[in-house]
């Protein structure tokens, strides 16, 4: 496979957190993977085993203690905190479990919001945040706050704030964790929706072992190292699901 | 186009605890407040006083004699100090019609009026039951010129009047209605006897002129003392000060001359021509314009250390923003982790912050300035002038409680900027 294929490169990969005393605490012991363009991923493992914590240095949010990530072909160790945010504004689509919604700000600014700090015109931003709210079935709660907002529109929401600048890759942090089986499988159905259709790379987080059989590679995380890898079978589960 | 999302942000935030926000504001709108309330009044003060002494006349030069100023005594004009050395002020000091004339002589291009008056005192004119009472000066042909009186009946003075020195007079017709029950034609050539501190003075009425009941002393009452005119000569005679000379005149330049230069001029002719070889007295002359600028400065001096003080509670009121700047970005830390997620830089999260600081600055200065308005009119009104609002005062306000924003916002701002992304998001 070619090198510009890989989306995202994580070697030897240390995080470390300093627990107030000057013994650290090693969440992450060298972690080693990749995931190449267009890839559906997904990291499962206990609680507590560092699954946001990788998913936070994947995202740019927070630096390795140590070890090489490369994301899109930038070198992460290497840039800026200003460089940074143009990173997380233009290559990726954050989705979090608690939807993080700025309140009192509608569903279509919400949307908008990474297109304003990319400098995006205020026409066509509102343009584009229609459509991604179109695509993500709510064209009729646009103008609604987030507070009169389900769960369930909530995170549609985060998902089309998440597309608003087409970003290379969308980490989704257990997006459906708050949510029931039906919303969630909702919201799964868009994950795909924008894999198959779009051909979106998307790594997601989840505790869910049905989930994650969704996802073309199953990355398993165990006490901060990569215990093995599986293939999933979308295909089969589609099927089950049609029927 | 940052700004004005980040401005509309800000009025949203507001708007969402109109509470919170008008509590913040308190100290701004307080500060604001006051300081344009005192400005309002400075301001009327001085409009006030302005054009007062404009009426009185910017072109008018006082010629007075005064006291000489020497190196070991400071000495301002009419106060003595050490007065056991220096001789009491005499006849023979004074300006003389000699020095005029010769004054006029040579600058009488510079000079529309020469004021002579002479005050005779306050007096009250009596008949039977009924009185008045009168104020009596004399004024020469010049003065009575430059007076303008409206005469309602009668005439004016006229050459004879001044030459003779003749027992003339022009009342008001308040004096009219007080003693001839407002028949002015009665009034005309009847004489009147005034009781002047037990000397009697007796006037023939030639002339009524109209009362103006300047706006300032308000009283209308039956009591009110009018100004009784009568000839300059006449008083001098009555005073028997006619050889006298002047212990001060007052001359109107004609509208070129620069009044305060030609000051200069005029001291420097009488000092040098007459004044050199008098030890103790010497020739001030003051001119109306200078006046105005002293009492103008003096008044804004006033002001502006009033405003200053006031000023201080604009520095308790920023603080009071920074405090709740600081607790809203606490609460919102979350919200600036999601935001830095999705691709805010440090500068835009500096920007929101120091903008809303400055919306709500703002806002507590426009309703400062209006509390401001409100109170200084109302104040001016109560203390008797004309209330005008100082533009200067309101654009310094605006810009003021702009630079309030910035400065106070600018530590909670830049503390939210600051945040690392990763621990705004997790921060519960
Ligand atoms: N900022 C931090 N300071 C100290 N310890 C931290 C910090 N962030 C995470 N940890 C620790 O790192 C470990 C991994 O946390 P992480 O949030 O990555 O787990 P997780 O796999 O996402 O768990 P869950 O499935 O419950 O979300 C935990 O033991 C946590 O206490
Ligand atoms: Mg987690």
């Not at chain 2, 005149?249 to 030609?262: H, K, M």
């Not at chain 2, 919200?335 to 400055?358: P, Y």
């Amino acid at each position: 496979m070619a090198k510009n294929d890989i989306m995202l490169d994580l070697h030897d990969i240390h995080k470390s957190f300093f627990i107030g005393t000057p013994n650290e605490f090693e969440v992450l012991h060298g972690v080693n993977f990749s995931v190449h363009e267009g890839e559906f991923v997904s990291i499962v493992g206990q609680s507590g085993s560092g699954k946001s914590t990788l998913m936070n240095i994947i995202g740019a949010l927070d630096r390795p203690t140590s070890g090489e990530y490369t994301l899109d072909g930038v070198d992460i160790e290497k840039a800026k905190d200003h460089e940074l945010s143009i990173l997380r504004n233009k290559k990726i689509g954050f989705v979090f479990q608690t939807y993080n919604l700025i309140a009192r700000t509608n569903a279509i600014k919400n949307v908008e919001l990474p297109m304003m700090y990319a400098g995006v015109p205020r026409g066509e931003r509102t343009e584009r945040a229609k459509l991604l709210l179109e695509q993500v079935g709510m064209t009729h709660r646009m103008m609604h706050n987030p507070d009169e907002l389900s769960g369930g529109q909530k995170q549609r929401v985060a998902i089309a704030r998440a597309m608003a600048n087409d970003p290379a890759i969308i980490l989704a942090d257990e997006p459906t964790g708050a949510l029931d089986s039906a919303t969630g499988r909702l919201i799964m159905d868009i994950f795909h929706k924008l894999h198959e259709e779009q051909g979106k790379t998307i790594v997601l987080i989840t505790h869910s072992p049905e989930l994650s059989q969704e996802t073309e590679r199953i990355i398993t995380l165990r006490d901060g190292d990569i215990k093995g890898e599986s293939v999933g079978n979308w295909a089969k589960i589609k099927e089950e699901l049609a029927c | 186009m940052l700004i004005t999302e980040n401005i509309l942000l800000a009025l949203a935030g507001l708007k969402s605890n109109i509470m919170r926000s008008l509590l913040t504001m308190l100290g701004i709108i307080i500060g604001i407040a006051s300081v344009i309330a005192i400005m309002t009044v400075g301001n009327s003060i001085t409009v006030m006083v302005n054009t007062q002494m404009q009426e009185m006349g910017a072109n008018n030069l006082t010629v007075g004699v005064s006291a000489k100023s020497t190196s070991e005594e400071s000495t301002t004009s009419g106060l003595h100090f050490g007065a056991g050395n220096r001789r009491e002020m005499d006849t023979e000091d004074y300006l003389t019609d000699e020095m005029l004339d010769s004054f006029l002589q040579e600058y009488g291009d510079n000079i529309k009026y020469t004021l002579l008056s002479s005050s005779v005192g306050s007096g009250t004119a009596m008949d039977g039951d009924l009185y008045a009472y009168v104020n009596i000066t004399g004024y020469n042909e010049d003065y009575m010129d430059y007076t303008d009186l409206t005469l309602l009946a009668g005439r004016s003075f006229i050459e004879k009047d001044y030459e003779n020195a003749q027992k003339v007079c022009i009342v008001s017709d308040y004096f009219v209605n007080n003693m001839f029950d407002g028949d002015t034609s009665a009034a005309l050539g009847s004489s009147i006897e005034v009781n002047v501190s037990g000397k009697y003075y007796t006037y023939y009425i030639v002339g009524v002129y109209e009362y103006e009941n300047d706006s300032y002393s308000s009283s209308s009452t039956e009591d009110t003392t009018t100004d009784l005119y009568i000839p300059y000569d006449t008083a001098r005679a009555q005073l028997h000060t006619e050889n006298d000379g002047y212990e001060s005149i007052t001359l109107v330049t004609t509208i070129d001359t620069d009044s305060e230069a030609f000051a200069d001029t005029v001291e420097n002719y009488f000092n040098v021509k007459y004044y050199s070889n008098n030890e103790d007295y010497e020739v001030t002359v003051t001119s109306m314009a200078s006046m105005i600028e002293s009492m103008t400065t003096m008044i804004s001096t006033i002001e502006l250390a009033l405003a200053i003080i006031a000023g201080i509670s604009l520095v308790v009121g920023g603080i009071g923003v920074m405090n709740i700047m600081l607790v809203s970005i606490t609460e919102r830390t979350k919200e600036i982790g999601t935001r830095k997620a999705l691709g805010a830089t440090n500068g835009s999260i500096r920007l929101q912050f120091i903008t809303e600081s400055v919306v709500i600055c703002i806002m507590g200065g426009f309703i400062g300035i209006i509390l401001g308005i409100v109170l200084g009119a109302v104040a001016a009104t109560y203390m008797g002038y004309s209330a005008s609002v100082s533009v200067v005062a309101i654009v310094v306000a605006v810009a003021f409680s702009m630079g309030i924003g910035v400065f106070f916002g600018y530590y909670p701002a830049n503390k939210a900027a600051k945040l690392n992304p990763i621990d705004a998001l997790r921060y519960e």
